[in-house]
């Protein structure tokens, strides 16, 4: 499974970006994507998550200002982060559990993309 990740980049406090990460997979079905933030010397945090059926689940320090949403094609996740703080300022990384028809389960990481929040 390869992820490419984009719509990172440089805004305000307050404004809004939205990420897409695009799942290229083979013969392997995607159970669930999620969203990873790591911010300068911090370790990598699970920002977001949805499954295949829709489920969501969002890390305390972002409910009610990210969303999380599957594209027209299930293999795609968006991140839609609206009233941005300083703090949010990292790297965001695409992440995918997968499953195979031999039900063997894997998992890919996206090469991130840089968002960084001014003051």
């Known amino acids: 499974v390869q992820l490419v990740e984009s719509g990172g980049g440089l805004v305000q406090a307050g404004g809004s970006l939205r990420l897409s990460c695009v799942a290229s997979?083979?013969?392997?079905?995607?159970?669930?994507m999620d969203w990873y933030h790591q911010a300068p010397g911090k370790q990598r945090e699970l920002v977001a998550s949805?499954?295949?059926?829709?489920?969501?689940d969002y890390a305390g320090s972002v409910k009610g200002r990210f969303t999380i949403s599957r594209g027209n094609a299930k293999n795609t996740a968006n991140l839609q982060m609206n009233s941005l703080m300083p703090e949010d300022t990292g790297v965001y990384y695409c992440h995918a559990n997968t499953r195979d028809m031999f039900s063997q389960r894997s998992h890919a990481w996206g090469q991130g993309t840089q968002v960084t929040v001014s003051s």
């Open positions: 997979t083979r013969l392997e079905s995607i159970t669930s």
């Open positions: 949805i499954t295949s059926t829709g489920l969501v």
